[in-house]
């Protein structure tokens, strides 16, 4: 009894002392933004890594989602007679949770592991201590960059998300099972506020984008130089982001949609 | 550096369709493209009740949408509900003897508020109050109305 | 406590450096000068925490107590640019060579040249060729990383080490696991670029045959303290046992071949249960 006591207190300190550790990473990789802007060249090319490589993966799982959206969304609807807000159903449901969240859980598992493991494996092969010695700060040099392009990735790999399930939404609604057109399109225009829906869902996938990055790219940089605390700490970067995205958005949209 | 024109204009590509993305959303999806910064006055009615009514509702003159509700408060002196709207500057022939009415939009849907023109030959302006006003139908008036209207008939009947 | 007493011809001076990892004491108040000009080797049984003095001297780790002073400055009292400023002096080869993964080799080695200065590419270029060229590789340089051997990797990473012509190279056991010719390409090169550009090289390695048939001076390092140090000939003939075993490799001696156990007999013949008992016990020396 007393050696779980000791255990559970042993892993809460270390808890809070890996989130001092990503805090002081964090405000140093924040720091190294402004060297890194002068050279648009570092952050393009992670850019591709991280935003262009998602995307395929992105916009097939909005499609899907947009589908299924559509479908259920008509079976449930019909029983109340109001097949013809489907449009409005699907956009509201993409605009304000699914498009940010899934994204960003998607995101945690492509690019935010990958980032990982690349970190980390830079760390294991002692390439990031070779470059402290070569007088480069590797945390402004390879995080910072990085860090932007998710950061900007994000959001519009949300909004790409949305985009493609509403119009899977109406491929499904529309062009299958019979909505009418207009009222797909009308009833969404209608119901779905700029301020309140889409720019809440941007500032989510923001949100969700800083969280993301930071997860990902602290658990590289932490991690044991193995192999082994390489894998682990990829599987950490996915759970954790889970997590933290899940939670974050419980917390934002009670925020952003309560009155 | 590992870096390719081709990986350049993937990048390129990807932006792109992330605005586009953005802008299908604020245009095609939501109200932006209807009541942004456009130009409105100020108009207030007093209401017995408002009922479901809540700012942004919207105000329409025959069925079309001209603006939208600003704000609501109580008046603590007259017990009523004041109902302050922004109406687009489009639409500023509308008669000062316009009377408002609080209606919801098909059998469950949200309220709005709807005006009737008058006659008058003077128009509302920035500030101007709509004296005629009737209050949203609430629905737990009507059936308690339904019910005893019921029971009196049953009771005409027995007779 | 700056003890800036060294021999004015030490580019790098440690005095009564003392550093723990833990509860272990991997330095205990050890004081080692490097001459300029001259290849200095530290060598010593695996885990004596050998790179660990290059970090401290390199300022990536911090010591207990004592002070480590490269070219007059004292690394650890240095503010951020400083030191960073100290290190572009400073050459460092890791073990695997420690290349950037996602370049290739031009790129690799033009990597400090294009951080640090404001060349423009022409001269980057020609810089970077020269360099690949003193370490034999120059034809190689369009190639990535991953499709080199170990030991090309090394040369790759020491004309990196060099691109910014720095004063002193440290070299983190350059010899482990090479075959007999890289082998000798890389001494011979160590040997020669110290030479050619009047560096200062310092050597840490458990390689005694390649080591000392470069090394103007070893320091022999074990249990956290100098065991020995001097020329290679006087090393060869020091009357320590510790240095004589790790010099000639002898299997048992200071070190013992045997990690301390029960009497051998006893534990073959006690049951399993006791002699795990006693075992543990024991293992608690």
């Known amino acids: 009894m007393i050696q779980l006591l000791q255990n559970l207190g042993r892993t809460t300190r270390a808890g809070f002392t890996k989130l001092g550790r990503g805090t002081f990473f964090l405000l140093h990789a924040l720091g190294g933004l402004g060297s890194i802007l002068p050279r648009p060249r570092l952050i393009l090319n992670q850019l591709y890594a991280v935003g262009v490589l998602s995307f395929l993966i992105i916009t097939i799982s909005g499609l899907f989602v947009g589908m299924v959206l559509g479908l259920q969304g008509y079976y449930i609807l019909s029983d109340f007679g109001a097949e013809e807000t489907l449009g409005l159903m699907v956009a509201a449901s993409l605009v304000r949770e699914l498009g940010p969240v899934v994204t960003a859980l998607l995101f945690a598992g492509r690019a935010g592991s990958a980032l990982t493991a690349e970190i980390g494996l830079m760390k294991a092969t002692e390439q990031l201590s070779g470059m402290e010695m070569m007088a480069v700060d590797p945390i402004k040099r390879i995080i910072s960059p990085r860090f932007l392009a998710g950061l900007l990735s994000m959001p519009l790999l949300a909004a790409l998300f949305s985009m493609v399930g509403i119009l899977g939404g109406h491929m499904v609604g529309v062009g299958m099972l019979g909505v009418d057109e207009g009222s797909y399109w009308s009833q969404m225009q209608a119901g779905i506020d700029f301020q309140d829906d889409i720019v809440n869902g941007v500032i989510k996938s923001i949100v969700f984008g800083f969280v993301t990055t930071w997860i990902a790219l602290f658990e590289g940089y932490d991690t044991i130089p193995t192999s082994e605390g390489v894998s682990r700490a990829t599987t950490r970067t996915v759970v954790n982001s889970a997590f933290s995205i899940l939670g974050l958005d419980f917390i934002l949209t009670a925020l952003m949609f309560g009155d | ?159 | 406590m700056d003890n800036s007493v060294s021999s004015p011809n030490s580019l790098v001076s440690v005095h009564n450096l003392s550093f723990s990892r833990g509860n272990k004491k991997i330095f205990d108040n050890i004081s080692l000068e490097f001459e300029r000009g001259k290849i200095t080797a530290i060598m010593g049984p695996s885990g004596t925490g050998k790179t660990t003095l290059l970090k401290l001297i390199g300022g990536q780790l911090f010591p207990d107590q004592g002070s480590v002073a490269v070219d007059g400055q004292n690394v650890h009292r240095l503010r951020r640019s400083e030191l960073y400023n100290l290190r572009k002096r400073m050459g460092m080869l890791f073990q695997s060579g420690a290349l950037l993964t996602d370049m290739s080799v031009f790129d690799n080695v033009a990597f400090p040249l294009r951080e640090h200065t404001h060349l423009p590419e022409s001269m980057i270029r020609t810089l970077v060729l020269m360099k690949l060229q003193a370490v034999g590789l120059r034809g190689a340089r369009d190639l990535m990383p991953n499709e080199l051997s170990g030991g090309m990797a090394r040369r790759i990473a020491l004309a990196r080490a060099i691109a910014l012509d720095p004063m002193m190279i440290m070299y983190d056991e350059p010899f482990t696991g090479q075959d007999p010719i890289s082998m000798g390409a890389l001494v011979h090169l160590i040997k020669s670029l110290n030479n050619i550009l009047g560096l200062t090289s310092i050597i840490v390695s458990h390689d005694v045959h390649e080591t000392a048939a470069i090394a103007d001076y070893i320091y022999v390092l074990s249990d956290g303290k100098i065991i020995g140090q001097g020329t290679p000939k006087e090393i060869q003939q020091s009357e320590s046992e510790w240095v004589q075993q790790f010099m000639t490799g002898a299997a048992d001696g200071p070190v013992h071949f045997h990690y301390p156990a029960t009497d051998y007999v006893d534990d073959l013949l006690l049951s399993k249960k006791r002699s795990r008992r006693v075992s543990k016990r024991y293992g608690q020396l």
Request: no cysteine; hydrophobic share 40%; charged share 20%.
């Open chain 2, 1 to 159: 550096m590992q870096h390719t024109s081709t990986q350049d204009t993937l990048v390129g590509l990807f932006v792109a369709a992330g605005i586009v993305g953005l802008l299908f959303l604020a245009l095609q999806v939501s109200n932006l493209s209807t009541f942004i910064e456009e130009d409105t006055y100020t108009v207030t009615a007093r209401f017995e009740n408002s009922g479901g009514l809540k700012i942004k509702s919207p105000v329409s003159a025959a069925g079309v949408k001209i603006g939208q509700v600003s704000a609501i408060s109580f008046d603590p002196t007259t017990y009523e509900s004041v109902v302050e709207m922004h109406i687009n500057t489009k639409y500023n022939t509308i008669p000062d003897d316009t009377s408002a009415s609080i209606f919801t939009a098909g059998l469950l849907g949200e309220q709005y508020v709807n005006l009737v023109p008058g006659g008058s030959e003077e128009y509302l302006k920035n500030g101007s109050t709509i004296e005629i006003t009737q209050s949203a139908i609430i629905l737990e008036k009507v059936i308690g109305q339904f019910l005893f209207k019921s029971a009196e008939e049953k009771a005409e009947t027995k007779k």
